[in-house]
C-alpha cells in the first residue's frame, strides 16, 4: 500500500529546520505485515529528542529513513503468530525484546541485543525491511516510523492499551513516561518516601515528575531546568519546589534523575544528590560528551551513579501501571501535550530543539 511519511535523506541538518525541511512528506510503499508483524493505522506520534538527535547527526542512523518511535494507533492487519486482535489500541515501545538473549534475562536492566542491534542497522526486529521509495529500500526508525499514517512494526513492539486512553495521552506513556518514570521506579526503585529531584524538565523529565508526583507518600520534589517557563508548570504539576541549576544552593535529595542528555545536567545532578543518595541518569547526550566529576564526592558520600535505557522497563509489564495511574488521576500527562499536525513537523523540530515545548503529539 502506498503511505504518507516523514522521510529523513540525508544526516546532520542545521537549523532552522522550518527553512531547511529536513522532513519531507513522501509517498512511500509499505508492504504488508509478515509473520510476527502488524499493520497499524497510527492516530498520535510524540516527538522525541531522539527524533531530534538522528536529524542532526549525534544519533548516525541509516537514510533515508521514516522517523517517528512514540506513537499510538489502531491495529489493522495482524500477521501470522500474533494474537493482536484488529481494531485493538496499541503503543508502540522503541527497543523490542526478542526474550532469548542474555541482555533480555536481566529483567530489564540490560537493552536486548537483538533490538540494539535491528535498531542500528534501521530494520524490524527480525531484520525485515516493509518500506521502500522510488524502487529502493526506506529504513525503520527504532523500529516504528511511526511519522506516517500507516506503519508495520514487530509485534514485541507494541504494547496493548484500553480504548478508553486517547492516542496522544497512549503515544507519551510508550517513551517519555516508560523513560521517565522507568528511571524512578525500576532504577531508582522509589518507594514514595523519598526527597526527589529531577534535572531537565523536558518530555521524559516532566514525565518522571508526573510519576513522583502521582506515587509520592511523604517524600518532597524539586524542579531542576534553566528555563523559567519550565519551572512554573512544574510547581502547577505539583513540584514542592523549583530553581535553575544556578540557583541549587546547596539543596538536595535523596533520588534525583538526570533527565537533559547534557553534560552539564549531569553534574548538576550529581550536585544535587544527597549523601547516601542516588542519581539515575537516562539523558542521551552527544557523543564523546564528558562530565567531570568528584570520585571523593561517591566514596565519601556513598553516592550511587546509575544508567537506565527506556526507564529499565519491561513495556509489557509497566506500561499498564502507567495507563492505571493515569485513568486513576494521578497521571495527567495531557498537561504536558501539545497537538499539532504532521504536516507541521518541521516546525515542530524547531519548537523542540529551542525548548519552547515539553512534548508535542503530531496528528496525521
Not at 42 to 64: E, F, K, M, Q, Y
Not at 186 to 192: D, E, I, L, M, T
Not at 278 to 301: D, N, W
Request: aromatic fraction near 2%; include cysteine.
Amino acid at each position: 500500500m502506498l503511505i504518507q511519511a516523514a522521510v529523513l535523506e540525508q544526516r546532520e541538518n542545521q537549523r532552522p529546520y522550518a527553512e531547511h525541511r529536513p522532513l519531507a512528506l513522501r509517498e512511500v510503499q509499505l508492504d504488508g505485515p509478515g509473520p510476527g508483524e502488524v499493520l497499524v493505522r497510527i492516530t498520535a506520534a510524540g516527538l522525541c529528542h531522539s527524533d531530534l538527535s538522528v536529524i542532526d547527526g549525534n544519533r548516525p542512523r541509516p537514510v533515508p529513513m521514516v522517523l517517528g518511535h512514540e506513537s499510538a494507533g489502531i491495529v489493522e492487519q495482524a500477521g501470522e503468530g500474533v494474537d493482536l486482535a484488529v481494531g485493538q489500541q496499541v503503543i508502540s515501545v522503541f527497543l523490542p525484546r526478542c526474550e532469548h538473549c542474555a541482555a533480555c534475562a536481566t529483567g530489564g536492566k540490560l537493552p536486548c541485543t537483538a533490538g540494539t542491534e535491528a535498531n542500528t542497522a534501521g530494520t524490524l526486529l527480525t531484520g525485515a525491511r516493509r518500506l521502500a521509495m522510488d524502487g529502493s529500500p526506506v529504513h525503520h526508525h527504532l523500529g516504528v516510523s511511526a511519522f506516517a499514517d500507516y506503519a508495520v512494526m514487530d509485534a514485541r513492539s507494541l504494547v496493548p492499551v484500553g480504548q478508553d486512553v486517547p492516542g496522544e495521552v497512549a503515544a507519551v506513556l510508550g517513551c517519555a513516561v516508560l523513560t521517565g518514570g522507568g528511571a524512578l521506579r525500576n532504577a531508582a526503585r522509589a518507594s514514595g518516601a523519598e526527597d526527589v529531584a529531577i534535572v531537565g524538565l523536558g518530555g521524559v523529565g516532566m514525565a518522571a515528575l508526573l510519576v513522583a508526583v502521582g506515587q509520592r507518600t511523604t517524600g518532597k520534589i524539586l524542579a531542576i531546568d534553566a528555563n523559567g517557563d519550565k519551572l512554573a508548570t512544574a510547581l502547577e504539576l505539583g513540584a514542592d519546589e523549583a530553581c535553575t541549576p544556578q540557583d541549587l544552593a546547596g539543596r538536595s535529595a535523596q533520588i534525583v534523575i538526570e533527565a537533559a542528555g547534557h553534560p552539564r545536567a549531569f553534574e548538576t545532578a550529581l550536585a544535587a544528590t544527597g549523601v547516601g543518595g542516588t542519581l539515575v541518569t537516562v539523558g542521551l547526550p552527544a557523543p564523546g560528551a564528558v562530565s567531570s566529576i568528584e570520585p571523593l564526592a561517591l566514596t565519601a558520600g556513598a553516592r550511587t551513579i546509575i544508567g537506565s535505557y527506556m526507564g529499565s522497563a519491561l513495556p509489557a509489564k509497566d506500561i499498564p501501571y502507567y495507563e492505571e495511574l493515569w485513568r486513576a488521576g494521578r497521571l495527567p500527562v495531557e498537561k504536558l501535550v501539545r497537538t499539532r499536525p504532521m504536516a507541521q513537523i518541521n516546525e515542530a523540530l524547531d519548537e523542540l530543539a529551542e525548548g519552547r515545548s515539553v512534548r508535542q503529539v503530531l496528528l496525521p
